[in-house]
């Protein structure tokens, strides 16, 4: 009887077992590697997420199908192992293979309704900037103005040096008029010539300039001046010395060398003769005169000049700075070339600045 009860007790215990044992084995937790911690980033659209063991034990990742990532709540054994399985630890992070992100992504979106679809990129447009528009000519530009060689054409420079008679119905004539040139002047206005050019400035720059001569050398001066440019030779500025008008033709000429302008006609007098200068007839140019000044000497030999405090540091020769003018300048050897006088070469008087013909 005890035989038989044992017996029976024994089938029932085993299928028991057997169920606790399927049970226990169906809900093991799965194994999961540890990689670098215990924490795992999933990052997409720049949203971190981080998970932990204990919500890798409570829940399950999915992709949706555009990548945005979800998590559900674990309902089975079986749905949580499956889960766990395709996404696995060494998975996560790299769910998003073949898409940019951290910084690069460019994960597309379809537009609704249109089917076309559109970048997280803002598009950059190549910067271009405008032509510069080359000149063919000086003419509405006046003396002074500063251009840039983008805006001048190397190949043909000759159309940026002109010569123009100046006639009585012209701008030119109505501005000079009453001031450098005047009624009973010394010279007839048919025997003036307009040069207009360009010169390179102090700052190496091509700048516009303009100068009055006689006919008769006119185009030496145009040439000479063409060549200047050519080798870059520096001069402070070329106007007319009517910009300068003081009401004394004289006094127009102290204050146009003050301003260090370089110039040719002005009807005056000399100022240490009282005899009709060559500036009168247009025969005569003045170039870069604060460091090429004008120098007299009195009965005791002591040089002075009638120039402003800046020129009477370049009467000292003997300390050859910029724009001094000495024999060996390109400028003095120009103008000697085409039959000039230097007044750098006299001897009674110095007069660096001046150069004439006769």
């Not at 670098?36 to 949706?64: F, P, R, W, Y």
């Not at 007044?343 to 009674?348: A, I, K």
Request: a negative charge; proline letters at 3%; glycine letters at 8%.
């Amino acid at each position: 009887m005890r035989k038989q009860c044992a017996l029976r007790m024994f089938k029932l215990i085993i299928p028991v077992c057997a169920y606790v044992v399927m049970m226990t084995a169906c809900h093991k937790k799965p194994e999961i590697p540890e990689d670098k911690g215990s924490k795992e980033k999933i990052v997409q659209n720049d949203v971190a997420e981080e998970i932990t063991e204990s919500s890798i034990e409570d829940e399950t990742v999915a992709l949706d199908s555009t990548g945005a990532t979800d998590f559900v709540s674990g309902t089975s054994g079986e749905k949580e192992s499956d889960t766990l399985g395709s996404v696995g630890t060494e998975s996560v992070g790299t769910e998003f293979a073949g898409k940019e992100f951290a910084g690069k992504e460019s994960a597309e979106t379809e537009s609704a309704g249109t089917g076309s679809t559109e970048t997280g990129f803002t598009e950059i447009k190549e910067f271009t900037e405008p032509a510069i528009e080359v000149i063919d000519t000086l003419d509405g530009l006046s003396a002074g103005d500063v251009l840039t060689e983008e805006q001048l054409d190397p190949q043909d420079i000759d159309k940026y040096f002109t010569v123009s008679e100046i006639t009585e119905d012209s701008d030119v004539f109505a501005f000079i008029n009453g001031k450098s040139y005047r009624v009973q002047t010394s010279i007839p206005l048919g025997n003036l010539r307009y040069l207009k050019l360009l010169h390179w400035n102090y700052e190496g720059m091509p700048q516009v300039g303009e100068i009055i001569v006689n006919k008769s050398i006119a185009g030496d001066v145009i040439d000479i001046f063409k060549n200047l440019y050519l080798q870059k030779y520096e001069i402070y500025s070329m106007k007319l010395v009517d910009n300068f008008w003081t009401g004394d033709p004289n006094d127009t000429d102290t204050a146009s060398m003050n301003a260090n302008n370089t110039s040719s006609f002005n009807d005056r007098k000399v100022d240490y003769s009282g005899s009709t200068s060559r500036h009168s007839y247009g025969m005569a140019i003045d170039i870069n005169p604060r460091e090429n000044p004008y120098i007299l000497y009195d009965g005791s030999g002591h040089a002075y000049t009638t120039q402003d405090e800046q020129a009477v540091t370049y009467m000292d020769r003997s300390n050859l700075r910029p724009h001094m003018m000495t024999n060996d300048d390109l400028c003095v050897r120009l103008f000697k070339s085409k039959g000039f006088r230097w007044g750098g070469d006299w001897s009674s008087l110095k007069d660096y600045q001046h150069f004439d013909r006769k």
